[in-house]
C-alpha cells in the first residue's frame, strides 16, 4: 500500500456571499428604454431577413424589433412569442451569436449585429412580469392531449395545443416544471427564478394541467396514456449522462456536470455548495463551459476543460469559449482522458494528446500528461432512455418525420429526445410548435370537434 | 486654410456664420459668449415698442426627435424680445463697443403705422449696430398682433413697411422672410421694391409638432391649451433652400444679397446655402441644441472645403450651384440612368428590392439562380434613385449615365441630344 491521498480540497464559502451574488447576477443585464430605443434604430427593416431565418422558431425579428422603436412593447412581445412562447428565455439563453445575430447584416459592414437578444428580453419582460396574456383560446375542441415531460417542448406544445381548443395533460418526472430551463441552465442566465414565472405565465393560458412528479413509464404506462388520450406528445429529454468508461470514474469528485448545475440552480443559497479547488471538465459543449464558469465563480482557483478536438468541433460557439476565458477557466484542446487517479478520491486524470491521423480520424499522439483534481465534471452528453416505447431510434433518438410524428398512429415526439433535437431551448420550442401544429390538423380531420 | 471673412452689405464679419435672431441673442450676457467661442456675427432678437411684450412661463420649446433623442426638427411659441426697450439698446451699444471686427444687426417688428417706425428706428441705430432685420416672418403669436408673418403673408406690407423704415434709416436694411406663403417670389420682390437692401429667409414654418398620448390634448401645452408654433432645425432646410434659390435664380429678384436661414447644423449646411445663392448664413436651432462651440466646426469645416475646391474666399462659392437649378420643364428628357448596385458593399439587408418592389419599378433582384442577391435589372430600372436613397451603406447603390446603346426599358436608341419638355412630342402646349 502507497501513502494515503491527501484530503480532497473541496469546501463551501469560497468566496463570501456577496461576491457570490455578484457572481450570479444577470449575466448580461436588461436593456433600458433608452437603449432599446437606440438599439432598435439599428436594425435596418431587411427584406426577407436573414436574422428571422436564422431563428429555428422564425420569429418576425425585424417586425418585433420595429415595434419596439415605436415603442409598441407589447405589439412587439406578441410577434415575439406567437412563434415562440418562450421568447423571455430564450433571448437569456439562445446562443445568438451562432443564430440571428450571427445573420445580422450589420456583421457585414461594422461586425456588430443588432443586439436581437437583448431587444427580445426588453420586449417580453414586461408582459411576463405582469402576466398579460396576449393569446386567446380557441373554443373547445373537446379533445385531450397527453405531454410526457415538462421542458422547453412539452410546454411549447401544451401551450400552441391549448390555444388552439384542445386541453392538455403534461406529465413531468421532476418535482418543478420547466425541464433544462429550470435545472440545466447556468445560474446567472436565468436569475430571479425566471424560469418557473414563464412557466406560470405559459400555464395561465388555461387547459393545461400539470403532473409534477409523475414518471412516464414507471408510475403510469405509455400504452395507458395512449388509450386514455387522444394523442401524445413526447419530450422526455435525455436521461442519463454518458459516462468516460475509463479507470476510476466512479471515485468519490467525479461527477456529471448537469447533477452540480441543477444542485447550483435549485440552491437558496449558493455559497452552500462545496467547490473544488482543482476543478477539470471534461467535454466541448454548453454544459462543459457553463459548469466550468459557474465553478470558478463560486470560487474555484483553477478550473481547466479538456476537449478532445480543436476549438470549431466544441459544442460551445466561440463566444461561450471566450466567456470562459474571460472567467478565468483555461480550455485545453486535443486531449481526451484515460484515466482518472486516486485512491479513495480523485486527485486527477491523466489525458493522452490526440490529433488527427491522414484520414481526418482522431488519433492519439502518444504524449501523457495529468491534471489535478479535487472535482472532475463529465459534461460528454447525455443518452435517450428509450425504455419499452416500441419507437424508431437513430443514433440513439427518436425518429420523427417534419412534423415530428413517430410513424406510430397518435404519438408525436420533439425536444432533444429526437434525432434533430439540438440541446438547444429553441429548438425544442419549434418542435413543440410544430408538433401542436400538426396534432391539431390530426385531431381536426378525424372529427369530432 | 480659406479665409472666411466676409462683407455683407458693407459689414464685415470673420466668417460667414451669424446667430439668428432668436433666443441665443436675446441679452448680452449671450452674445459675449458666442463671440468668444468665435460666431461671425449675431442678429439681436427682435425688439419692440414699449411696454414690451411677455412670454408665457411654460414650455416654449419642443423638439422631433429620432430614437437616439437627436433633435431633428423644433418648435417655439416664443415672441419677441420680453425686456424694456433701454435694456436690450444699452446692451446692443456696449457690445458693439467691445467687439467692433463682429457684425451685429438688430432685429426690429413694429406695428403698421410710419410714426412707430420713425420713432424707434432711430434709438436702434444710435446704438452704433451695423445694420437692421425687419421681422416680418415670425408665425405665432406676433402675428396675431398684426405683426411679423400677417406682414410678410402680404407683398403690399412688406413694400410699405420696408419703405417706411428705409426712410428712417440711415444703415442697411434687411427683411426677413416668411415661409408660410406658397411662393416666396412675390414677398422678395415686394421687399426689393421696398428699397430693402438685402432679404434673409427662411423664418419658422407654422407647425403643431405632436399630442400628448395620454391625455390627447395638444402637446407641449399652457395649462392644458396650446398653440401653433414656428417649426426649423435641420428638417426645414430643404424647404429653405429651394427658396433661397428662387430668389436667386429668378430675373426679378436675381442680385438682391441673401442671407440664409434654416436648420444650418454643420458646415455641408453652409455649403448648400452658399451655392445655391446665400452670401452668409444665420443659425440658431443648431446652437439651441449643442451649444456655441458647434461655431469650431462650422468654420473649420467650411474652411478646409474651399481648400479643397481652390477657393479663396467664401465670395467664390457663393452662387455656385445657382446655374443648375431650373425648372421641370426644362430638364433633358434624353438623358438616361440607371442604379448600378456594388456587390462588394452589398450587406444583403434587401431594402432596395423590397422598396422597388412595394413602391416603384420593380426592378431589383431578390434572388440570382436561387440565392439571395440583390441586382437591377436594366430593363425596369427608370433611373428613379429610390434605392441610392434607402441604401444603409453609402456608396454602395450609385447611379450610371447611359451614353449609347438602347436603353433596355424603353427600347430607344441613347440619343445624346438634349430634348425637354416644352418640345416634347406629348405636350399639347409644345412650342
Known amino acids: 500500500m502507497g501513502k494515503a491521498d491527501p484530503d480532497p480540497d473541496i469546501r463551501a464559502q469560497r468566496l463570501d456571499r456577496e461576491t457570490v451574488e455578484r457572481n450570479f447576477a444577470d449575466l448580461h443585464p436588461p436593456l433600458s428604454r433608452s437603449e432599446a430605443l437606440i438599439e432598435a434604430d439599428r436594425c435596418y427593416f431587411c427584406f426577407d431577413a436573414p436574422c428571422t431565418t436564422a431563428c429555428p422558431t422564425g420569429i418576425d425579428i425585424p417586425g418585433f424589433i420595429r415595434k419596439i422603436h415605436s415603442d409598441n ?377 | 486654410m480659406a479665409d472666411l471673412s466676409t462683407e455683407f452689405l458693407g459689414i464685415r464679419s470673420p466668417n460667414p456664420f451669424w446667430l439668428a435672431s432668436a433666443p441665443p441673442t436675446d441679452k448680452a450676457y449671450n452674445v459675449n459668449r458666442a463671440f468668444e467661442a468665435g460666431w461671425g456675427g449675431v442678429v439681436w432678437k427682435t425688439l419692440g415698442e414699449d411696454p414690451p411684450i411677455v412670454n408665457v412661463s411654460g414650455p416654449r420649446y419642443s423638439a422631433l426627435h429620432g430614437n437616439d433623442r437627436r433633435v431633428i426638427g423644433f418648435n417655439n411659441i416664443e415672441l419677441i424680445t420680453d425686456r424694456p426697450l433701454k435694456t436690450n439698446l444699452d446692451e446692443i451699444r456696449t457690445i458693439k463697443r467691445d467687439w467692433p471686427d463682429r457684425a451685429l444687426v438688430v432685429s426690429v417688428m413694429l406695428p403698421m403705422n410710419e410714426e412707430t417706425w420713425a420713432k424707434y428706428v432711430p434709438m436702434i441705430e444710435d446704438t452704433g449696430a451695423d445694420a437692421l432685420e425687419l421681422n416680418f416672418g415670425c408665425p405665432h403669436g406676433m402675428s396675431e398682433r398684426g405683426m411679423g408673418s400677417a406682414v410678410g403673408q402680404v407683398p403690399d406690407y412688406i413694400k410699405m413697411a420696408t419703405e417706411w423704415c428705409k426712410k428712417a434709416a440711415s444703415v442697411p436694411v434687411i427683411v426677413k422672410l416668411t415661409p408660410n406663403v406658397s411662393n416666396i417670389l412675390p414677398p422678395a420682390k415686394a421687399a426689393k421694391d421696398g428699397g430693402a437692401d438685402a432679404v434673409s429667409l427662411i423664418n419658422t414654418i407654422n407647425s403643431i409638432m405632436r399630442v400628448d398620448y395620454d391625455t390627447l390634448t395638444m402637446y407641449p401645452s399652457t395649462d392644458g391649451m396650446g398653440t401653433h408654433g414656428g417649426y426649423c432645425g435641420e428638417a426645414v432646410k430643404p424647404i429653405a433652400l429651394n427658396m433661397v434659390a428662387e430668389i436667386a435664380r429668378t430675373a426679378e429678384t436675381r442680385g438682391l444679397p441673401i442671407s440664409g436661414i434654416g436648420g444650418v447644423t454643420v458646415w455641408r449646411d453652409a455649403v448648400d446655402f452658399l451655392a445655391l445663392g446665400a452670401s452668409n448664413v444665420q443659425v440658431c436651432t443648431a446652437a439651441m441644441v449643442y451649444g456655441f462651440r458647434i461655431i469650431d466646426d462650422l468654420v473649420d469645416g467650411l474652411s478646409r472645403f474651399l481648400d479643397e475646391k481652390g477657393m479663396t474666399s467664401v465670395a467664390d462659392l457663393v452662387g455656385k450651384a445657382v446655374p443648375s437649378v431650373t425648372d421641370w420643364q426644362y430638364l433633358n428628357l434624353n438623358y438616361v440612368e440607371k442604379a448600378v448596385i456594388d456587390q462588394d458593399l452589398c450587406i444583403q439587408c434587401g431594402r432596395c428590392h423590397v422598396v422597388c418592389e412595394d413602391t416603384s419599378h420593380q426592378a431589383i433582384t431578390k434572388t440570382v439562380n436561387g440565392r439571395r442577391h440583390f441586382e437591377v435589372i436594366d430593363a425596369e430600372c427608370v433611373g428613379c434613385n429610390l434605392c441610392v436613397s434607402v441604401c444603409p451603406v453609402d456608396g454602395c447603390i450609385t447611379m450610371h449615365r447611359l451614353t449609347e446603346g438602347t436603353d433596355p426599358r424603353t427600347g430607344r436608341p441613347i440619343d445624346d441630344r438634349k430634348a425637354n419638355w416644352t418640345s416634347h412630342p406629348n405636350n399639347p402646349m409644345r412650342r
Open chain 1, 73 to 449: 412593447v407589447e405589439g412587439s412581445a406578441h410577434t415575439i412569442l406567437e412563434e415562440n412562447i418562450m421568447g423571455g428565455m430564450c433571448a437569456r439563453v439562445c446562443p445568438t451569436e451562432v443564430l440571428c445575430e450571427e445573420a445580422c447584416v450589420r456583421n457585414t459592414h461594422e461586425e456588430l449585429p443588432v443586439r436581437i437578444g437583448l431587444l427580445q428580453r426588453y420586449a417580453t419582460d414586461p408582459v411576463i412580469a405582469a402576466g398579460k396574456q396576449l393569446f386567446e383560446r380557441a373554443p373547445s375542441s373537446g379533445k385531450c392531449v397527453a405531454v410526457v415531460g415538462a421542458g422547453p417542448a412539452g410546454l411549447s406544445c401544451a401551450h400552441r395545443l391549448a390555444v388552439l381548443g384542445h386541453d392538455v395533460v403534461v406529465f413531468n418526472r421532476d418535482g418543478k416544471p420547466g425541464g433544462l430551463n429550470e435545472y440545466g441552465i447556468a445560474a446567472y442566465k436565468t436569475v430571479a427564478d425566471f424560469a418557473q414565472r414563464e412557466v406560470e405565465y405559459i400555464l395561465a393560458i388555461g387547459g393545461i394541467e400539470l403532473r409534477n412528479g409523475v414518471c412516464v413509464g414507471e408510475d403510469v404506462a405509455l400504452d395507458e396514456l395512449r388509450k386514455e388520450f387522444d394523442a401524445l406528445f413526447l419530450s422526455v429529454g435525455l436521461g442519463n449522462a454518458n459516462a468516460l468508461g475509463i479507470e476510476g470514474e466512479h471515485l468519490p469528485g467525479v461527477e456529471d456536470a448537469i447533477d452540480y448545475i441543477a444542485a447550483l440552480r435549485q440552491a437558496p443559497d449558493k455559497t452552500t455548495l462545496p467547490v473544488g479547488r482543482n476543478v477539470v471538465v471534461i467535454g466541448g459543449g454548453m454544459t462543459a463551459i457553463d459548469v466550468a464558469v459557474q465553478s470558478k465563480r463560486l470560487g474555484a482557483e483553477h478550473v481547466e476543460i479538456v476537449y478532445r478536438r480543436g476549438p470549431d468541433a466544441m459544442g460551445a460557439s466561440r463566444y461561450e469559449q471566450e466567456l470562459a476565458r474571460k472567467n478565468g477557466v483555461a480550455i485545453r484542446h486535443w486531449a481526451r482522458p484515460r484515466s482518472i487517479t486516486g485512491k479513495s478520491y480523485v486527485t486527477g486524470v491523466v489525458f493522452e494528446n490526440t490529433g488527427l491521423d491522414k484520414d481526418g480520424a482522431l488519433a492519439a499522439t502518444g504524449e501523457w500528461f495529468e491534471l489535478p483534481a479535487d472535482v472532475v465534471f463529465k459534461a460528454i452528453g447525455q443518452r435517450l432512455d428509450a425504455g419499452e416505447t416500441g419507437l424508431a431510434t437513430e443514433r440513439g433518438k427518436f425518429v420523427v418525420d417534419d412534423d415530428m410524428a413517430t410513424g406510430v398512429d397518435g404519438i408525436w415526439a420533439g425536444g432533444d429526445c429526437v434525432a434533430t433535437g439540438d440541446d438547444l431551448t429553441v429548438t425544442a420550442v419549434q418542435h413543440g410548435k410544430l408538433a401542436a401544429l400538426a396534432i391539431d390538423r390530426h385531431l381536426r380531420r378525424r372529427g369530432g370537434t
